[in-house]
């Protein structure tokens, strides 16, 4: 379910894309004070700063007084959004079966094929029942621009621990950004009460997914 979607994603996105991190609740709640800039740099979430693992660089994301801040999607354009997260993981997940070396890293592959091949047949059958065609928005283009743009510097970087660490750090950014947006954006501004519930139920698995990408993350670094 890649999916960056400030997954570089999901500030207007599955960026969820480049690198990032940053404790959330398991449980759904609706942030305070969000934004989602649909043509600027970041997509995610909360205004706070977050780390790269690796890097330790930090950035700045958006505050609620950004354009994005009122943004309203359509239910349409919400599924498209997870389409094209779903995607770009799939995708990064299916370079690091090829270039990875961790057995860490290939299983965590392995699982979000699985996961996120599963989430793209459930909003393409429900896009189907309720006639929601895929409708592009600022958002999901920030996706698909980070998302390729992810997909591009992993597929150049040499293959071995340096690959595995670049992976591991772009999910583990991708996923915080997806868990806010969903939080911010997707699930409150969802009209149709299925598509709320799918849309809880992978916000669920996304939160896994976090977790899971911090644990084997963390292990690299050490």
């Known amino acids: 379910m890649a ?3 400030r997954f570089s994603i999901l500030a207007t996105a599955v960026g969820f894309a480049a690198s ?3 404790d959330h609740p398991d449980q759904y709640t609706t942030p305070s004070s ?3 800039t649909p043509q600027g740099p970041s997509v995610a979430s909360n205004a706070r700063e977050t780390s790269a693992p690796s890097t330790g660089q930090t950035t700045s994301t958006a505050t609620s007084n950004d354009v994005g801040a009122n943004m309203a999607l359509t239910d349409a354009q919400i599924v498209s959004i997870m389409s094209t997260a779903n ?3 799939m995708d990064q997940a299916n ?3 090829a270039r990875g070396t961790s057995a860490k890293v290939k299983g965590f592959a392995q699982h979000m094929i ?3 091949t599963q989430a793209g047949k459930d909003f393409t059958e429900l896009a189907q029942k309720k006639a929601l065609a895929g409708q592009d928005s600022d958002v999901s283009h920030k996706l698909d ?3 390729k743009s992810l997909l591009t510097r992993l597929e ?4 071995g621990s340096d690959f595995d660490r670049r992976y591991m750090d772009a999910q583990v950014k991708e996923h915080q950004d997806l868990l806010d947006l969903l939080d911010s954006h997707l699930i409150p501004g969802a009209k149709d009460d299925d598509l709320t519930s799918l849309l809880k139920k992978v916000r669920a698995k996304v939160s896994d997914h976090l977790k899971m990408a911090r644990d084997i993350d963390s292990a690299l670094q050490s």
């Open 20 to 22: 990032l991190g940053c």
């Open 87 to 89: 995607t770009g993981e």
């Open 3 to 5: 999916i960056s979607i």
């Open 156 to 159: 150049s970087t040499p293959i």
């Open 95 to 97: 370079a690091a079966l």
């Open 34 to 36: 969000t934004t989602v």
């Open 114 to 116: 699985k996961d996120h």
């Open 145 to 147: 621009t980070d998302g």
